[in-house]
């Protein structure tokens, strides 16, 4: 992706290993500051998973198999039993920053596999390092194939609605949502983002905004109430948003609000994109009434966290001892989504799950 | 309305005289602190209108019909001439506060019709100071009323969903939503509100979940993206919201959001209610797309104001030179509308409008 550092644009991964350091856009900064954090160790990096300096399911697995091969680095010795303990412990501390996280047991998975294919050691570790980097090549040449399938159904003047962030900072790079929309860009096609702000952790205007800003697509942020009313007027010509889940049926598990944004989006007739990886099809699922939906704190919801005299200040915005609900996702109907986009291509629901099969 | 302070129960309105000072509560304090703003003259008064330590269209009628009857009282002269030049520039100053507020010159006009019957100043005095008083009980009493309305609709158990502040705090009681809740409430129905926070300005969060906190009615405040999430679940049982205006189709003009909530409602076959007082309706305008939409300041959307370390906060939640749109207000179409709850019954949104006639 796009970043304008110092007045200059520079490409960015979200996250990337140099040297056995693992480098990640500090997402915990953003869109206030744009630092790159180092990790120096696997530990450092687990623990930047869990503080979610990086955020996002492609993301994070890429991130969680960098972890495993600067693990493998770490390594003294050349007893390969020793080895596998040591890295048996590295994949379970992993798994433990973000427990519902599949991608990334899904990646640290992957590196074990790998790892036991080696002859030694060394060559384990040099292994590793290199599947890391492949793991994190292909994640991020899926969401740029995404973009490319995506592209027919943008055209030149659109106006496109947006819901939380989709986008390359949620991945390797590219993103899933926002990648359609940077190829169109790429191209020269003219677009507007209508950016729903994403209540309660404003991944909207907070991240989506930043990105949009960085590749000078041409936006606004809109409050999540205000959607409706820009579809009722005519003015969203399209809808794009990603999954955290599809389910065999094609039901679509993913932010809070996006059921709003779909039922809103069919009622004035808006097409209405869900944009995945095929990775993200889970065809164990019948439907999506299947999928348990994480309630979060209520706190996200009774205050907000924002930037003021160069610090990030959390502010409450409810009566004190008020309660709140807070679930995070909730689940699309298939009837109310217009295409899956992936890698191979745009696919109505029930055909994306069959052409993954 | 039911105001605990220091442990006791009392009962308040949102703004009353006495002793020829206006008395309000402080909105620009709620929901951190309960406190109670004088002014000591109509000049005060006017600002206090327009700085919105009061808001809310019967609300700042009534405080406008108040401010009139000050300035009545602070003529010192006794020559009508004068006096009438004294009143006219007290209404200008009114009306300058928030000149889109139709309350406000309303209640301003009424009472230049009232001192225009009196004999002398003296009994102009008399006869405004009553007069304001009664255009409070009034405006209160048109508001107890729509919540004896509304009751029927309210069953004992009810799950209610409301959007924005149309409580007793933008009224001069009661309410207009709140109001069937107070009334179901105060009979002893046991009943559960969904509090939109309503974003941007979070009048569901900050407002409306302090009157309920006051009135002891179970509440959760809920991210306005999640509101179809629980109407989908089959959580949500009716819900009930204020309008700013009420067109001749049935057309209902109400706070940013409205519109999306009531598409929700409708795909989940739950009732959508409006409250709103019979001067609501406004029978020259014959549809909704005759009303133009105030858009308001972008940083209402790109910052969020909150409580940290004892004082009110503005802290940023966008890129910094990140642009909004705001729209303050959206339309509903009569054919999403159950009924529309007035204060002399609930009607159909066509048979509202033939009501009044």
């Known amino acids: 992706m796009k970043v304008e550092v110092n007045g200059r644009f520079e490409d960015y991964r979200t996250v990337w290993m140099k040297d056995s350091i693992v480098h990640m856009i500090d997402q915990l900064q953003l869109p206030y500051k744009f630092t790159v954090h180092r990790s120096e160790d696997h530990r450092k990096t687990a623990a930047a998973i869990k503080n979610m300096v990086v955020r996002g399911a492609p993301a994070i697995g890429a991130t969680s198999a960098y972890a495993m091969a600067q693990a493998a680095c770490e390594f003294p010795g050349g007893d390969f039993l020793s080895f596998l303990r040591h890295m048996e412990a590295a994949k379970k501390l ?7 996280a599949h991608d990334l047991a899904y990646a640290a998975d992957s590196m074990m596999r790998e790892l036991k294919k080696a002859a030694s050691v060394k060559e384990a570790k040099k292994q590793l390092t290199a599947a890391a980097a492949k793991y994190a090549d292909d994640s991020a040449e899926r969401c740029r194939m995404i973009g490319v399938s995506g592209a027919g159904l943008i055209k030149d003047g659109a106006r496109i609605l947006t819901h939380c962030n989709a986008g390359a900072l949620g991945c390797v790079d590219y993103g899933t949502a926002l990648s359609p929309i940077r190829y169109a860009n790429d191209r020269g096609k003219k677009l ?4 729903d702000e ?3 952790r404003c991944q909207g205007s907070k991240l989506t905004a930043w990105e949009l800003t960085q590749e000078r697509i041409d936006y606004v942020v809109i409050a999540d109430n205000a959607a409706g009313y820009f579809m009722k007027k005519g003015d969203v010509d399209l809808v794009i948003v990603g999954a955290d ?5 094609g039901d679509v598990v993913n932010k809070i609000g996006t059921y709003e944004k779909a039922v ?3 009622e004035n007739g808006i097409p ?3 944009a995945a990886p095929k990775s993200t099809i889970d065809a164990r699922l019948r439907t999506g009434d299947a ?7 209520g706190d996200e919801v009774l205050y907000a966290w924002g930037e003021a005299d160069g610090a990030i200040r959390k502010v409450r915005i409810a009566p004190e001892g008020a309660k709140a609900r807070n679930p995070g996702f909730d689940i699309t109907p298939a009837r109310y989504v217009t295409k899956i986009i992936t890698e191979e291509g745009a696919y109505s629901p029930r055909e994306a799950v069959k052409a993954i099969r």
């Open 272 to 274: 209405f994109y869900v």
């Open 291 to 297: 999928v348990e939906i994480e309630e979060r704190s």
């Open 245 to 249: 889940r599809v389910t065999a049926n």
């Open 198 to 200: 994403t209540r309660p």
């Open 192 to 195: 507007f983002v209508y950016v």
């Open 94 to 100: 992993l798994e433990e920053t973000r427990p519902t």
């Open 264 to 266: 809103l989006a069919k």
